[in-house]
């Protein structure tokens, strides 16, 4: 596993010249393509991390999945980090330019996790209420867990907000248990 430090400091550097490229967006979108590239394979996971294959293989395979899809500058920084030895941090570098770009934006993940799938319009209701208690903007995913029986979960920057049904059965089981006008026999 690559270190955090080489791909924070690699996408940092990357985020810096495309914002003086103005190319910004366009590099953003870059990495968004090559994240899911990566993610969508493990054997391109495998490549760029063997030690075995030589730097000039891995150039040619990775010109020849993303050179006409990214742009010149992405693609000049894929090369780079291939002659400087860091092709396996390249996954890791492409998350990291999402996160810090969307932290840039003032753009915070969150999850909404709901005991049954929701459709769009309460979805949008959600965000509506989310971005009226939050100062960023948040980009909402939702995840389906039917352990919490009803109600929702959202996990945003560390935070937890919990109005399910599991949670307030807990507390309720726990307040019986935990009766202090009974006598400890």
């Given at each position: 596993m690559i270190n955090y430090r080489v791909s924070s400091a690699y996408a940092k550097s990357l985020l810096e010249l495309a914002q003086e490229q103005y190319v910004i967006n366009q590099v953003?979108?870059?990495?968004?393509?090559?994240?899911a590239t990566f993610e969508g394979s493990s054997e391109l996971?495998?490549?760029a991390e063997s030690p075995i294959i030589a730097s000039s293989k891995k150039v040619e395979?990775?010109?020849?999945?993303?050179s006409s899809r990214v742009t010149a500058l992405t693609l000049s920084f894929v090369r780079l980090m291939s002659a400087k030895g860091r092709e396996a941090a390249l996954y890791g570098v492409s998350k990291e330019y999402i996160a810090q770009f969307k932290s840039m934006h003032g753009i915070q993940p969150a999850v909404v996790t709901t005991a049954i799938a929701i459709d769009s319009i309460l979805q949008e209701q959600m965000s509506t209420f989310l971005a009226k208690i939050s100062d960023k903007k948040l980009e909402i995913t939702t995840k389906v867990d039917p352990t919490i029986v009803g109600g929702f979960v959202v996990t945003t920057g560390g935070l937890q907000f919990d109005a399910s049904v599991k949670s307030k059965v807990s507390k309720?089981?726990?307040?019986?248990?935990?009766?202090?006008?009974?006598?400890?026999?």
């Open positions: 953003f979108e870059d990495m968004q393509m090559i994240a996971r495998n490549v395979i990775f010109n020849q999945i993303f309720f089981k726990n307040q019986f248990t935990s009766n202090p006008y009974l006598s400890k026999i």
